[in-house]
Every structure is written in structure tokens, then in C-alpha cells.
């Protein structure tokens, strides 16, 4: 299936020329040549401007833009393209100017537009393929851009409208997600308490007894209304939302491990090699917001009021991550500064905690990077080693589909999954 005139927003696409790409409905092209001229730099501006006129005059009066110059133009843009990755990819991160990755945001967009003009004429395998090559890219542009403040959801729209025309041709079924944990033994471990449980408390009881006091606690029943729990458990019903989409997996047992590594794959790819297969090496969707990425999934599931509390007088929005990976991953004994409700969407996973009044028992790593992350593994420990963990005292749950832990600040926390999991941390 292609995409085709038909399909696309009526009204944006009214006079649309016969070459001009569908993709071109979701643009608002002066908002995004203001975009180029403010906030990108001169040596990418002065390729990405004309472009962005020559489509709006095409679309604007039906005229047909030649094969020669799709074919210019996706070399500018393939060097633009390359050009920014190249920036973004220089030092550190953090000190990556916004610009460099508005920049790529537009970059990607103009280069799927332009993709999909130049398939116009291809057979089906083709255009498939060229189509898989758009959908990678805006997913680079949304993993490494940034959205622009007035059309923030203009790679996302472009991507979920691919994913819907190509999935049913690329995705084949990944087989049968195993996550029942109804014979896994859950014994408390030697040396452990286990952590409150609660039933749907309200939100007083919540504020009162575990937020202030900032105590772990397992709240049940309060996401049974979430449609995540039964259509998720389905790896058909993922793919349909994202299966063509790139994500960022982790391989290997776990990040403090030196045979830890980071790749780009399809979620498809991900789930028929990873979660519904055994793989030698573990592969772990990790602190991803994938909800942004694909932003149908959020339809599923909703934010638990309990997040509406603050530990200051400022309003603060959730940070919301995906965990999706089969049994066996493992996150290391550590701890995060904000506040933490993990819902378990599938799947069984054994959490231990410590207090913070522990952390120079649990011998945190002295490296930047890793200091909140501590170097004794709780289940073997090495008390040669690290002899003061003997006086640490944890807690620990089994924390099951359709349940949430709260995790204070600072708590120290292992997570292992038990079965294949889905779950979705809210920080704030």
C-alpha cells in the first residue's frame, strides 16, 4: 500500500499537484521558512529557504517540479542532512546548541518530502523500500531534533501517517509475548522487608501517608482502567502503532557492564528478536520516551493523579519513559532525584529497594556519569569488597501487571524483570 491523495487531510491537500508529495499537507511551509531563517545557522539556511519556497510555489500553483530537480535537491538535502549529524555528534550532548537540532528537525522532514516525491514513479517493492528510508529518518529527527514551537508534532505526524501506509506490507507476525508470572515463586529474600501495599488509595490517604513521608509503597488498583493492559500484551497491536518506527535498544546484561552497548532498530525488529524470541543478548527499550515518538499510545493509558502532588510550589509535568524488553533485564542498583511511579502495563518485575541513609553502604560508583549508580549487586553481593553492605537493610516487591510502585527521591532501587515487561515510569 502506498500512500496516495486520497488518504491525506482534505482540505490541506485541495489543488495539490500530481507530483507533489502528499507529506506536504502536514506542513505549514511560512512557519517553516521562518523557522529556517531565525534559527538556523547561514551555511544549512541558504540550501533549506530556497527549497521550502520552490515546494510552497508548487503547491501553490499546481506546477509540476522537474525530475532534475528532486534529484538536486535530495543531494543538497542528503549533505544537509549529513552536515548537521556531524554537529550533533561533536562533543557532548548537553552542549549541542538547540539550533544544530531544530535544524536537523527541519533537514529530516524536507528530506522525507522530497523522498516521497521522487517514488512517484516506482514499483510497490520501491516504494517500500524508499518509504522505510523516510521513516528512519524522521525518527532520527525526533530522537536527536528538537520539535519546533509552533508545529511541534510535525515529524510525528509524518511518521505515524508512514507507519499506517507501510506496517501492513513490513510487519509479519511476531509471534506470542510469554509474560504469564503465575508460577514464578515470589519468596521475600533473605534480610528483607516487603514494601507496603495498598489498595486504590485515595488521594489523601496517598499525600498523608506515602508522599510526605516519602516511603516506597505498592498502590493497587489504580490503573485497571488503562486499555495499555490488554491491548498491549498483544505485539500485533504494538506494531500496527510503531512497528516500522527506529527505536534506541540497549544490549547487553546491564549498563554498568562492559559488554553494554546502544542501537537503532525497528520496534518490529526489536520485538521479534528480543521479546517474543530468546536471544543470547538481552536486548532492553530503556528510559525512552517513546510516547512522544509515537504519540497514539498515549490514548492508552492516562497519568495517575497522585502525580498532581509537588514537593515545591511549581506545577511540574511528568516525565514519562517506556521499559519494554523480555525477562532477564536488569537495571542496576541506583537511584533518580524526582519522584516515581513505575506501572507495570505487563509482566512480573522483583524490586529492591534501599533507603538513602544507606548509600555509603551500597558504594556508589566515584565517576560522573555514574554516580548514582551504586557497585553492589544486591543479589550477589561481594562482601570482600564491599564489606559495609552488610548493614543495609532493603525492602523489596513483586510489582505485577495493573500495579504501581512509588519510589521516592533518592531511594535506592534494582529492578529484574521476571517475564517479558512493559512498563511506564512517571517522574516528577
Given at each position: 500500500?502506498?500512500?496516495?491523495r486520497?488518504?491525506?487531510?482534505?482540505?490541506?491537500?485541495?489543488?495539490?499537484a500530481g507530483d507533489i508529495?502528499?507529506?506536504?499537507?502536514?506542513?505549514?511551509?511560512e512557519?517553516?521558512i521562518?523557522?529556517?531563517?531565525d534559527r538556523?545557522?547561514?551555511?544549512i539556511?541558504?540550501?533549506l529557504?530556497?527549497?521550502?519556497r520552490?515546494?510552497?510555489?508548487a503547491i501553490?500553483?499546481n506546477?509540476k517540479?522537474?525530475s532534475?530537480?528532486i534529484e538536486?535537491?535530495?543531494?543538497?538535502?542528503?549533505a544537509c542532512?549529513d552536515r548537521t549529524w556531524?554537529?550533533?555528534?561533536?562533543?557532548?550532548?548537553?552542549?549541542?546548541?538547540?539550533r544544530?537540532?531544530y535544524c536537523?528537525?527541519?533537514?529530516s522532514?524536507?528530506?522525507?518530502?522530497v523522498?516521497e516525491?521522487s517514488?512517484k514513479?516506482l514499483?510497490?517493492?520501491?516504494?517500500i523500500?524508499?518509504?522505510?528510508?523516510?521513516?528512519?529518518?524522521v525518527?532520527?529527527?525526533?530522537?536527536?531534533g528538537?520539535?519546533l514551537?509552533?508545529?511541534p508534532?510535525?515529524?510525528t505526524?509524518?511518521?505515524s501517517?508512514?507507519n499506517?501506509?507501510?506496517?501492513?506490507?513490513?510487519?509479519k507476525?511476531p509471534?506470542?509475548?510469554?509474560?504469564?508470572s503465575?508460577?514464578i515463586?515470589?519468596?521475600?529474600?533473605?534480610?528483607?522487608?516487603w514494601?507496603?501495599?495498598?489498595?486504590?488509595?485515595?488521594m489523601?490517604t496517598f499525600?498523608?501517608?506515602?508522599?510526605?513521608?516519602?516511603?516506597?509503597?505498592?498502590?493497587?488498583?489504580?490503573i485497571?482502567?488503562?486499555?495499555?493492559?490488554?491491548?498491549?500484551k498483544n505485539?500485533?497491536?504494538?506494531?500496527?502503532m510503531?512497528?516500522?518506527?527506529?527505536?534506541?535498544?540497549?544490549?547487553?546484561?546491564?549498563?554498568t557492564?562492559?559488554d553494554?552497548?546502544?542501537?537503532?532498530?525497528?520496534?518490529?525488529?526489536?520485538?521479534?528478536s528480543?521479546?517474543?524470541?530468546?536471544?543470547?543478548?538481552?536486548g532492553y527499550l530503556?528510559?525512552?520516551?517513546?510516547?512522544?515518538q509515537i504519540?497514539e499510545?498515549?490514548e492508552?493509558?492516562?497519568?495517575?493523579d497522585?502525580?498532581s502532588?509537588s514537593?515545591?510550589?511549581?506545577?511540574?509535568?511528568?516525565d514519562i519513559?517506556?521499559?519494554f524488553?523480555p525477562?532477564?533485564?536488569?537495571?542496576?542498583?541506583?537511584?533518580d532525584?524526582?519522584n516515581?511511579?513505575?506501572?507495570?502495563?505487563?509482566?512480573?518485575?522483583?524490586v529492591?529497594?534501599?533507603h538513602?541513609?544507606?548509600?555509603n553502604?551500597l558504594?556508589?560508583y566515584?565517576?560522573?556519569?555514574?554516580?548514582n549508580?551504586a557497585?553492589?549487586?544486591?543479589?550477589?553481593?561481594?562482601y570482600?569488597n564491599?564489606p559495609?553492605?552488610?548493614y543495609?537493610?532493603?525492602?523489596?516487591?513483586y510489582?505485577?501487571?495493573?500495579?504501581?510502585?512509588?519510589?521516592p527521591?533518592g531511594?535506592w532501587h534494582?529492578v529484574?524483570?521476571?517475564t517479558?515487561?512493559?512498563?511506564?515510569?512517571?517522574?516528577?
Amino acid at each position: 500500500m502506498w500512500v496516495t491523495r486520497e488518504n491525506i487531510s482534505r482540505g490541506k491537500a485541495t489543488g495539490m499537484a500530481g507530483d507533489i508529495a502528499p507529506l506536504t499537507g502536514h506542513v505549514s511551509w511560512e512557519i517553516l521558512i521562518k523557522n529556517c531563517e531565525d534559527r538556523v545557522s547561514n551555511e544549512i539556511r541558504v540550501h533549506l529557504v530556497p527549497i521550502c519556497r520552490a515546494l510552497q510555489a508548487a503547491i501553490k500553483s499546481n506546477e509540476k517540479l522537474s525530475s532534475e530537480w528532486i534529484e538536486r535537491t535530495l543531494m543538497r538535502l542528503e549533505a544537509c542532512v549529513d552536515r548537521t549529524w556531524e554537529t550533533l555528534n561533536t562533543g557532548h550532548w548537553k552542549d549541542v546548541e538547540v539550533r544544530h537540532r531544530y535544524c536537523y528537525t527541519i533537514c529530516s522532514a524536507l528530506k522525507c518530502i522530497v523522498l516521497e516525491m521522487s517514488s512517484k514513479n516506482l514499483d510497490d517493492s520501491s516504494k517500500i523500500a524508499v518509504t522505510t528510508k523516510m521513516i528512519e529518518q524522521v525518527d532520527k529527527g525526533l530522537l536527536l531534533g528538537a520539535p519546533l514551537e509552533e508545529i511541534p508534532d510535525l515529524l510525528t505526524k509524518i511518521a505515524s501517517r508512514l507507519n499506517e501506509e507501510i506496517c501492513p506490507d513490513t510487519c509479519k507476525d511476531p509471534g506470542i509475548l510469554q509474560c504469564d508470572s503465575k508460577n514464578i515463586v515470589k519468596n521475600l529474600l533473605p534480610g528483607m522487608g516487603w514494601v507496603e501495599r495498598l489498595k486504590t488509595p485515595s488521594m489523601e490517604t496517598f499525600y498523608r501517608d506515602i508522599f510526605v513521608k516519602k516511603i516506597p509503597a505498592v498502590l493497587e488498583g489504580c490503573i485497571d482502567h488503562w486499555r495499555a493492559l490488554t491491548r498491549w500484551k498483544n505485539p500485533n497491536y504494538l506494531l500496527k502503532m510503531g512497528g516500522t518506527r527506529t527505536v534506541p535498544i540497549e544490549i547487553g546484561s546491564k549498563y554498568t557492564e562492559e559488554d553494554w552497548s546502544q542501537h537503532l532498530i525497528t520496534l518490529s525488529e526489536f520485538i521479534k528478536s528480543h521479546v517474543t524470541k530468546n536471544n543470547d543478548k538481552l536486548g532492553y527499550l530503556a528510559q525512552h520516551q517513546l510516547f512522544e515518538q509515537i504519540p497514539e499510545l498515549k490514548e492508552d493509558f492516562s497519568i495517575p493523579d497522585y502525580c498532581s502532588f509537588s514537593d515545591n510550589t511549581e506545577d511540574s509535568f511528568p516525565d514519562i519513559n517506556a521499559w519494554f524488553g523480555p525477562k532477564g533485564t536488569v537495571s542496576p542498583l541506583h537511584y533518580d532525584p524526582k519522584n516515581n511511579l513505575l506501572c507495570q502495563v505487563f509482566g512480573c518485575k522483583r524490586v529492591i529497594l534501599y533507603h538513602p541513609n544507606d548509600s555509603n553502604n551500597l558504594y556508589p560508583y566515584d565517576t560522573r556519569l555514574l554516580c548514582n549508580t551504586a557497585q553492589v549487586d544486591p543479589i550477589n553481593p561481594d562482601y570482600d569488597n564491599f564489606p559495609d553492605f552488610k548493614y543495609a537493610r532493603g525492602m523489596m516487591c513483586y510489582l505485577n501487571e495493573g500495579e504501581m510502585l512509588f519510589i521516592p527521591p533518592g531511594w535506592w532501587h534494582h529492578v529484574v524483570s521476571l517475564t517479558p515487561c512493559f512498563s511506564i515510569s512517571f517522574w516528577w
